[in-house]
Structures are given as C-alpha cells and as structure tokens.
C-alpha cells in the first residue's frame, strides 16, 4: 500500500518503534522537489538516513496545502514547510537528529493529530535513532573490553552499563516523550563512555596535558576534564567537546559537556551559530545527573553566537579560540544563558585542514 494511501486513516498512533535503519556515513546531497517557489533545490542534512521517508512525504504533502484559505490548512502548510527545514539543517551527531525529531513529533502531532501515515512516519524516525544507539553502544561496549584493567575501562564499562539500562528503558517507553527522554540520556551516556576511551586512547586529552577547555556557564565556572577531537562522516564536520564526569553510581552522577560542532572547517576565523539552515556552527551544552537531564543549544529555539579559531595547526592538528554563545533550553524555549570560554585542543583529525 502507498504511503498516501494511509492519509485518510484516523486514529493516533503512539511513536513506539519497531525497526531500525543503517547510519549512513557520510552527508549526501539530495534535490528537492519545488514547494510553490519556496524551495529550488536543497541538501538533506541529517546526520543519518531515518528522515528519509518522512521528508519525502512531507515534500509531497506541502503543495498540497498551499494556497488554502482555511486556518486550519494554512498552520499545517506552516508547520510542514518549518519541519522540512529543520530536516535538511545541517546535523553532526545522532543527538542532533533526536532533538530534530522530537521537535518534528510534537508539531505534526499538535497539526495532524488523526493522521496515520505521519504518525507511522515519525515512529520510523525514532526506530532507526534507537537502532543507531545500539549500535553506538555495542561499539562502545566492545571497545571498553578491550581496554586493560584500570580507572579508563572501569569508567568506561560503567557508562555502557548505565547506556544500556536507559535503552531498555527507551525499548519500553509507552509514548513518545518517555521515548526521547531514554534516547537522549543513552546518548549522553555513551558520550561520556567515548570521552573515556578516547582520554585513554590518546584521541584527545585532559587538562593536564597542555590542553584546555575552560568555560563560564552562566555564572558557574566549567574546567572539563576530558577533551576530545571528532572527525564526523569523513566530511568538514569538525566537533570539540569537553567534559567533566563524576561517576559513583546509576543514582549518583554528575555529567556536563560542551560540544562545538563546526560545518565545513576551515582554520582561523570566526563562524556564527544559529537555528537557521546556514549556521556554521552548532553549540551544545549537556548537564546531565541522576536527577535532572538538561540540553541547551543554539540548534533549536533562537540560540545565537560566535566561536573564532585564533590559531591552527595543520600539521600538528592544534586549534585554539573563545568562544561567546547564547544557548536556549531545549525543554522550555524561554530560558537562555550565555556560556563564554576558550580551549586549547589537538587531535589527529584536526590535520591536513
């Protein structure tokens, strides 16, 4: 039966999912059809391939809407057009492809509430992010084995261990809330076990080691304790990220992390973060405990802000800068906190920029 088919269909549909989809591995850029002049030609951005069917309905689903003079089709046009952008915004990390879909969920959700095929679309959506964690964990647990004994591997394990009871949880959610809110904390798990491999690995660094990533969140201070470097799908996605982690148990825990992903990186010079399409760079700041789980970035609802590169190495791949952002939260778009810093890195694959 066509995707279309089901359109007529009444009934809502709880965003459980029932199947997964392959991570692609690198960006790959796509033509999209003509919306009513709005659109000639666009990049579909997301950091893995689970928007696929739902974009390509929403691309058909929107001319159908334009031009109406009923209210109630005009905020769907709406809606559908604001989610096709937010699809083919530029994404580095699978977190960013979660807090997109989530977004995306409660839109057509609150704009198409009886309508089946949107609701089995977005579940797709969130099949294919679970799997994708999966596989992210069973990575992450294969390589925290192979570790010898010692603080890294313990740190490491645990943070698997901690990933995987909140994807049994996520496996478990009864709607779509409790769904993103396991997803999100098994990301960040699995994060915080990366930044234990890679401290261990050499892929990055402490502030111990002539490296820095020293921040003012909101008035507190932030000296992260773990740094690291990311190569993302082979592209000019550059992430640096840098972390404090305090792991006694499941219940007691305190995780904070600030990621500055760059799109298309090229050295020295200042790139400018938004919500909108053109951004050049994304901020992300995660404070995660036993408690509470909180996402602040300039992704979603009006963040705004600078980081410059002062210099950079090509050889040696070392960068440093500072940094000025505005940050909203994820959970009530009403807060914003300004978090200024600077850093020191250096990774492998900062080289050869």
């Known amino acids: 039966m066509k995707i279309n088919n089901l359109r007529d269909q009444e009934g809502k549909i709880v965003f459980k999912p029932q199947g997964g989809k392959l ?20 990049v579909q ?13 929403l691309q058909t689903l929107a001319p159908t809407l334009s031009g109406s003079s009923n209210k109630t089709t005009q ?10 952008a937010a699809i ?38 969130f099949a294919g ?10 990575a992450l647990q294969a390589a ?46 699995i994060a915080t076990g990366d ?15 002539g490296q820095y990533f020293k921040a003012n969140i909101g008035g507190k201070s932030f000296t992260a304790k773990t740094l690291s470097v990311a190569y993302a799908m082979n592209s000019d996605d550059i992430t640096l990220n840098g972390a404090i982690s305090v792991f006694h148990s499941a219940s007691n825990y305190d995780f904070q992390q600030i990621s ?24 992300y700041y995660f404070h995660d405990t036993a408690t509470s789980d909180e996402q602040w970035d300039t992704y979603i609802g009006g963040g705004y802000g600078s980081v410059t590169i002062t210099s950079y190495n090509s050889a040696t791949g070392t960068v440093a800068g500072n940094f000025d952002i505005m940050v909203v939260n994820d959970d009530d778009l009403s807060q914003s906190m300004e978090i200024t810093g600077t850093f020191s890195l250096q990774g492998d694959d900062l080289m050869g920029f």
């Open 88 to 125: 083919n915004k530029a994404s580095a990390s699978l977190a960013t492809d979660l807090a997109t879909a989530t977004k995306i969920a409660k839109d057509l959700q609150t704009a198409f509430p009886n309508d089946a095929t949107l609701s089995n679309l977005v579940a797709g959506v």
């Open 75 to 84: 905020k769907q046009y709406k809606v559908v057009i604001k989610d096709i």
């Open 144 to 189: 925290a084995s192979a570790l010898p004994p010692g603080t890294a591997q313990t740190k490491a394990l645990a943070a698997a261990a901690l990933a995987q009871t909140e994807l049994n949880a996520a496996d478990a959610a009864p709607n779509q809330k409790s769904l993103s809110t396991a997803l999100s904390s098994a990301l960040k798990s």
């Open 45 to 57: 951005a997301a950091f893995s391939d689970n928007f696929d069917l739902l974009l390509a309905d």
């Open 195 to 209: 930044k234990d491999l890679i401290s261990k690995s050499g892929g990055g660094g402490t502030s111990g080691s």
């Open 23 to 42: 991570r692609k591995q690198t960006l790959r850029i796509v033509s999209l059809i003509c919306l009513i002049g709005l659109f000639a030609s666009d």
């Open 129 to 138: 992010i679970l799997s994708d964690t999966t596989d992210d964990l069973d």
């Open 260 to 283: 500055i992903g760059f799109l298309n990186f090229s050295g020295i010079g200042t790139y400018y973060g938004d919500d909108t399409p053109d951004t050049e760079c994304e901020f």
